[in-house]
């Protein structure tokens, strides 16, 4: 692998709320936008057939206690968790690849690792966990993986800067009246996938099914898991389309008790870069603009650099158009492999 990348001393906040439009904005990201608190890492699932959605964020352990208080107090939150002493966990590159994603689930889960969440983009897995469980995580991907930049977790803790040098290098001042992205892609015909597991044994066994897939050549634009009610994991992810059958034949041999949820065809929209973290309000902006638009966004993940949204098919031209008139980025499009 090309590397590990490890962010401490955070904070994660999950918060549940009824899920009629315009209300992730309202509810989420607006507050935290206003108040000028920058994310590290963010998942949403629109639940289906629940009206309920369902946002987990990380922000850095200083501004944690304010970001847990605007989600408790704005909006009609069902229910708000608060972990402090988080970190997150990154392993890229995996080029949509299911084995190592699968691998790098399996890994942690196999570990008996608690995980608060999970997000891809592009070219990265991210794992939000306890802070006390990073030596553990770190230990155990050493086993499954080799990386090109350091052969042992010493070489690992060696090369990483501290975590004020990381925030000072975090440039969260500037506010352009038109935001920059690298470039806007978007991919469709795709399926989404949605499962609540019921316990860290059921994690392991999707990791499987992941590794399983993989095997078919499949690829996995997306990925998030976060939690949900009576203790689950709430997993949403996206192939491209190429047989439901084989799908939930897969899902069912791993996981007989669970019941995996289908939408399709669906589209994924990327935004790669500058970093979302690096300044407050860009997925704030992302979604306020989707929702002036009547999109419906299904499910979103922010992670490392890139912010990836998906949303029905039918919707992806306004979608793109609208995007495009409110960030400047390239455009591009990623066509079905």
Excluded at 149 to 170: H, M, N
Excluded at 171 to 197: G, T
């Amino acid at each position: 692998m090309g590397g590990l990348k490890l962010a401490e001393e955070g904070v994660c906040v999950v918060s549940s709320f009824p899920s009629p439009p315009n209300r992730l904005g309202a509810n989420v990201l607006g507050p935290l936008a206003h108040n000028q608190i920058n994310l590290t890492f963010l998942t949403y699932v629109a639940r289906s057939p629940e009206p309920e959605g369902i946002a987990a964020f990380c922000t850095a352990g200083a501004t944690g206690d304010a970001g847990y208080t605007l989600a408790k107090t704005h909006g009609s939150a069902n229910e708000v968790q608060f972990h402090k002493d988080t970190c997150i966990l990154t392993l890229f590159p995996h080029d949509k690849r299911l084995e190592i994603i699968g691998n790098f689930i399996y890994s942690l889960s196999r570990a008996k690792i608690l995980l608060y969440g999970l997000a891809s983009s592009s070219a990265a897995i991210s794992a939000v966990l306890p802070g006390k469980a990073k030596h553990r995580a770190v230990q155990i991907l050493f086993q499954r993986f080799a990386f090109s930049g350091y052969a042992t977790p010493r070489d690992f803790y060696a090369a990483q800067i501290l975590p004020e040098q990381a925030l000072r290098e975090v440039v969260a001042v500037y506010q352009e009246k038109v935001i920059k992205v690298y470039c806007i892609v978007d991919q469709p015909d795709l399926e989404l996938w949605e499962l609540a597991l019921p316990s860290a044994t059921a994690l392991e066994d999707l990791a499987l099914s992941l590794i399983a897939l993989g095997d078919r050549d499949s690829k996995l634009p997306f990925l998030i898991a976060l939690p949900g009610p009576e203790g689950r994991l709430l997993l949403t992810f996206t192939l491209v389309k190429h047989g439901a059958p084989e799908v939930e034949n897969i899902l069912h041999s791993h996981l007989p008790g669970v019941t995996a949820r289908r939408q399709a065809p669906v589209a994924a929209i990327f935004l790669h870069g500058p970093h979302f973290g690096d300044r407050y309000g860009i997925a704030d902006t992302l979604v306020k603009t989707l929702e002036k638009a009547q999109v419906q966004l299904l499910a979103l993940s922010c992670t490392v650099s890139s912010i990836s949204a998906i949303i029905r098919q039918g919707d992806l031209a306004r979608a793109v158009q609208v995007l495009g008139e409110t960030f400047e980025a390239q455009y591009e499009y990623i066509s079905k492999p």
